[in-house]
T-cell receptor, first 112, second 116 residues
Framework: NAGVTQTPKFQVLKTGQSMTLQCAQDMNHEYMSWYRQDPGMGLRLIHYSVGAGITDQGEVPNGYNVSRSTTEDFPLRLLSAAPSQTSVYFC???????????FGQGTRLTVV | DQQVKQNSPSLSVQEGRISILNCDYTNSMFDYFLWYKKYPAEGPTFLISISSIKDKNEDGRFTVFLNKSAKHLSLHIVPSQPGDSAVYFCAASPNAGGTSYGKLTFGQGTILTVHP
């Protein structure tokens, strides 16, 4: 099993550009989420989804959009990138009702 | 407002000795606690967890202790091995199960270095 797959692994954007970070899981998990990791801050929840068609905001949602059209995929969209969005992004999935989350390998995003 | 805190940014121990990583939390609604291990350029991987109804959970060399009255948990690694060198994150999940469980709140992480 591939588990949670994130693409791309690295990305450099110019301020104002848009892009989509892809996340796919093959474990049939209902729950998917996006976190960002910044130095000294741990991981912070951006958006999450409890199933296809259902999404909600986490702790730091501003500047990001999500949608969940299938159980497997949960893309994260940056509509107009800002330097403050330079970070490492992790996608995670889990069974509904189980707190243990499985993480992808991360996407390192730099906005210049 | 940091609801989960790991006050030690780093810890250095000798191979074979015990490693103790600490974590404090402030939110009484947290019901489940987890430890994740992270190597550079990889995603966090689940290590061990504990429910708030327990005070200890053991899995091989790893033991997590929970002191609810002090809102404190710790991870003990005995004996420590060089391959344990990584960043360790504690995380907490609110109660009520269902849709709340996936909303993990993480501490800042502690860099563990185990010297041969």
């Amino acid at each position: 099993n591939a588990g949670v797959t994130q693409t791309p692994k690295f990305q450099v954007l110019k301020t104002g550009q848009s892009m989509t970070l892809q996340c796919a899981q093959d474990m049939n998990h209902e729950y998917m989420s996006w976190y960002r990791q910044d130095p000294g801050m741990g991981l912070r929840l951006i958006h999450y989804s409890v199933g296809a068609g259902i999404t909600d905001q986490g702790e730091v949602p501003n500047g990001y959009n999500v949608s969940r059209s299938t159980t497997e995929d949960f893309p994260l969209r940056l509509l107009s990138a800002a330097p403050s969005q330079t970070s490492v992004y992790f996608c995670a999935s889990s069974y509904l009702g189980q707190p243990q989350a499985f993480f992808g390998q991360g996407t390192r995003l730099t906005v210049v | 407002d940091q609801q989960v805190k790991q006050n030690s940014p780093s810890l250095s121990v000798q191979e074979g000795r015990i490693s103790i990583l600490n974590c404090d939390y402030t939110n009484s609604m947290f019901d489940y606690f987890l430890w994740y291990k992270k190597y550079p350029a990889e995603g966090p991987t689940f290590l061990i967890s504990i429910s708030s109804i327990k005070d200890k959970n053991e899995d091989g060399r790893f033991t997590v202790f929970l002191n609810k009255s002090a809102k404190h948990l710790s991870l003990h690694i005995v004996p420590s091995q060089p391959g344990d060198s990584a960043v360790y994150f504690c995380a907490a999940s609110p109660n009520a199960g269902g849709t709340s469980y996936g909303k993990l709140t993480f501490g800042q992480g502690t860099i563990l270095t185990v010297h041969p």
